[in-house]
């Protein structure tokens, strides 16, 4: 086996890569899961009551496209900046470079701040405590994590994710072992088309789910720290959002067919009130469950947002310091810390509502940049390196036009 190369003082310290494809996969599903489902069920149910899970589909729809992009992409620039580097291999714009780049670190700094509140109201259950002393306590506690290395903050993520996953599944079977006929009423998950109320419903929802579909891009930026980048970051991508579209809609269906909607969208611990009314226990354990799943979000947007802050200074597009690798944990801590502070400032004095609208469309418009950045690589005739995945022209001009409708229709529903 190779021995991993100890920095020198005559060296700046590298990333350490130590990640394989099962902790990637656990890595973009806890992003994604903690960052959606156990938090904004009730908001969707809201927006379009039984057709909810219909909104979760369009939006792993949207996602796709973007997600064939991202597994080019990852092959053709393996950098932490992921998004910005794109961006910047697309455009060569150093201002869009570093506009795309904190995009990402300002959208990837919302969720973690909008994860954290939901997160309070599960431990609000348990320990009726303030808020903002539950977040800041959650905040710092994942801070320090993050702060202690990658490996063990992936480790650690990974059994987090492992843990929320067992819970959702808990959910989907007793309420298929409770109500056999609900198979059945799978018809009902989608709306008519002659319908215009329910499709708007439906749209405006999406935006919601489109949220809790962040993260499965989120693997690209720890390809300096993944082994065998090539393969195993593809695999990843492929594996997270598959998965992750396949629990959304068993887990809404459930939901909506087991509990009315406006009850949902009225609780601050909506998985906590559905496992309670499909199994009878007490919704103690769902909850411990759900405070995992929450903070595992916050911490694997800590570890992202970090490391697009580490690509952008080691790149020059941000001040140096931000690039520097701590020589015992080789984890860019400066990166780090800025990023936790940020996050705590926005979770303790913005409303859930408005960071989760905040972040989806800052994704959209990062996610259409980089679908166009593709198609100027593709134009140019770019040679991509040998082995790497390959997609059609075809599929980043459809994630450009996916991303637009969901951005322009659900600002016209909002508006409307």
């Known amino acids: 086996m190779a021995e991993i190369q100890k920095p020198t003082k005559h060296m700046e310290p590298s990333l350490n890569r130590v990640i394989g494809l099962p902790m990637l996969v656990l890595y973009g599903l806890g992003i994604t899961i903690g960052a959606g489902i156990y938090v904004l069920i009730g908001e969707a149910a809201a927006e379009a009551g039984e057709y909810a899970p219909s909104a979760f589909l369009f939006a792993a729809f949207v996602m796709a496209f973007s997600a064939l992009s991202f597994a080019e992409l990852s092959g053709r620039i393996p950098q932490s900046s992921g998004e910005a580097a794109y961006v910047d291999a697309g455009f060569g714009w150093s201002w869009l470079t570093l506009g795309t780049g904190l995009l990402i670190v300002v959208a990837a700094t919302v969720a973690a701040a909008a994860i954290s509140i939901g997160c309070a109201g599960y431990v609000a259950v348990l320990l009726p405590l303030p808020q903002p002393i539950i977040v800041t306590a959650i905040v710092i506690l994942m801070g320090l994590i993050a702060i202690r290395g990658v490996a063990e903050s992936v480790f650690i993520a990974s059994l987090l994710t492992i843990i929320e996953i067992i819970g959702l599944l808990i959910i989907v079977i007793s309420g298929f072992w409770n109500t056999p006929e609900m198979l059945q009423?799978?018809?009902?998950?989608?709306?008519?088309?002659?319908?215009?109320?329910?499709?708007?419903?439906?749209?405006?929802?999406?935006?919601?789910?489109?949220?809790?579909?962040?993260?499965?891009?989120d693997v690209v930026n720890m390809v300096e720290e993944t082994r065998n980048p090539k393969r195993t970051m593809v695999w990843a991508i492929f594996i997270s959002l598959l998965a992750v579209t396949v629990i959304y809609f068993l887990v809404v269906f459930v939901a909506v067919q087991s509990v009315q909607p406006e009850e949902l969208a009225e609780s601050s611990a909506p998985i906590g009130l559905l496992f309670e009314r499909l199994t009878g226990l007490s919704p103690w354990s769902i909850t411990l469950i759900a405070i995992i799943a929450t903070i595992n979000g916050v911490l694997i947007e800590m570890l992202m947002a970090s490391r697009v802050i580490y690509g952008l200074g080691k790149k020059g597009r941000l001040p140096a310091f931000l690039a520097r690798v701590s020589p015992g944990s080789r984890i860019p801590r400066n990166a780090t810390i800025l990023v936790v502070f940020s996050i705590l400032i926005l979770a303790l004095f913005v409303p859930l509502g408005r960071l989760v609208d905040f972040t989806s469309q800052m994704i959209l418009i990062a996610f259409t940049l980089i679908n166009m950045s593709l198609i100027l690589i593709k134009l140019r005739g770019d040679p991509a390196p040998e082995g790497i995945f390959i997609v059609p022209l075809i599929c980043p001009i459809i994630g450009v036009a996916t991303c637009a409708f969901l951005l322009i229709g659900t600002s016209l529903i909002s508006a409307a």
Do not use: C, M, Q
């Open 185 to 217: 009423n799978f018809p009902s998950a989608f709306p008519p088309l002659t319908e215009t109320a329910a499709l708007k419903g439906v749209l405006a929802a999406s935006l919601v789910a489109f949220f809790a579909f962040i993260g499965f891009d």
